[in-house]
Nanobody
Framework: VQLQASGGGSVQAGDSLKLSCAAS????????LGWFRQAPGEEREFVSG????????YYKDSVSGRFSISRDRSKNTVYLQMNNVNPEDTAVYYC???????????????WGRGTLVTVSS
């Protein structure tokens, strides 16, 4: 699966931002699509995931209620709507695809290039 993420930028705390990830090269029916992030000096961490077929969604606790993942089957695109962001959300965000548990980084075998989100206070 080829993945192309976009939508990052610099925003203020409390603002909203929407990331997009366009997927190609495979039938996504049995795939999980996920968003991960990596802050400077930190390990890459799970943010949110969605099962493409069922639409079931999963979130890291600290973003639950602020972030929302969705998919557009007609566009083969997954989105991450980020609301009420804070400086701790600053990171490079990556989208990924794989088969398995959407919460586990080991599920994902295909990764897009990251998109930088910077949140200032």
């Amino acid at each position: 699966v080829q993945l192309q993420a976009s939508g990052g930028g610099s925003v203020q705390a409390g603002d909203s931002l929407k990331l997009s990830c366009a997927a190609s090269g495979a039938n996504l029916l049995n795939f999980a699509l996920g968003w991960f992030r990596q802050a400077p000096g930190e390990e890459r961490e799970f943010v949110s995931g969605i099962r493409w077929g069922s639409g079931s969604t999963y979130y890291k606790d600290s973003v639950s209620g602020r972030f929302s993942i969705s998919r557009d089957r007609s566009k083969n695109t997954v989105y991450l709507q980020m609301n009420n962001v804070n400086p701790e959300d600053t990171a490079v965000y990556y989208c990924a695809a794989g088969v398995g548990n959407p919460r586990l980084i080991t599920t994902y075998v295909d990764w897009g290039r990251g998109t930088l989100v910077t949140v200032s206070s």
